[in-house]
């Protein structure tokens, strides 16, 4: 199979996705490569450049805080094979602290579209574990990734400001490429959880982004 598989990872993070991922290409024959830089976006820019440079004819790109299985990874290869018209597939995929990772044309998707359909255009998706055809991304406008600020020139406006990863999906469809989503595909979003002795000495857990917000849950053991 002429795919290789590209993470931007930081230098310390989840080692369930480490085993998992690997496993999952490796059984699956597709090469795996680890991209690090300071920066993700310009480290999975390089990666990808690399890898269609070394004539893949597909690209997965999969983040370090994901988690799938060997038949997900299969499965998104042969939907890409399967369907000529779609330059790229994403996975469904939880935001850590938000719904579903993607959008579509009219801001909204349906129970019926995600149960009945084997793809559904999308307008933004993410990298936790997406398929690219290599022939596509040499069409896609450059740079691939690019953050703007919003229009107070700060970074705090969500109506406003674009991300990186935002600009590439903008870019993607700018360029005339299709998205699309695979919902019976799903993939696990990891994220670290917090223990506390409740009053009755039990385990209780919280999110570590709850803890940023609210502080230890009010039944902790006191």
Request: proline share 3%.
């Amino acid at each position: 199979m002429n795919a290789v598989a590209v993470c931007s990872c930081p230098r310390l993070g989840y080692m369930d996705f480490m085993g998992h991922s690997i496993a999952a290409f490796a059984q699956n024959q597709i090469n795996y490569k680890n991209a690090y830089e300071v920066y993700w976006h310009q480290s999975l820019t390089k990666a990808i450049q690399d890898s269609i440079d070394e004539g893949y004819e597909y690209i997965i790109t999969c983040d370090y805080d994901s988690i799938f299985t060997r038949e997900t990874v299969a499965q998104l290869v042969r939907l890409i094979e399967q369907n000529e018209h779609a330059d790229a597939i994403c996975t469904m995929q939880m935001g850590r602290f938000s719904g579903l990772l993607m959008s579509t044309e009219s801001g909204t998707v349906t129970r019926k579209e995600l149960k009945e359909n084997a793809l559904v255009p999308a307008k933004t998706g993410h990298f936790g574990l997406t398929i690219f055809r290599a022939s596509s991304l040499k069409k896609a406008w450059k740079p691939w990734f690019k953050g703007t600020p919003d229009i107070n020139q700060e970074w705090s406006d969500k109506n406003t400001k674009v991300d990186e990863d935002t600009y590439f999906w903008n870019s993607w469809a700018y360029s005339g490429l299709t998205l699309f989503v695979a919902p019976r595909l799903v993939i696990g979003h990891l994220e670290l959880l917090i223990k506390w002795p409740d009053e009755n000495l039990d385990g209780i857990y919280e999110t570590s982004q709850h803890y940023q917000e609210f502080g230890q849950p009010a039944d902790v053991w006191k």
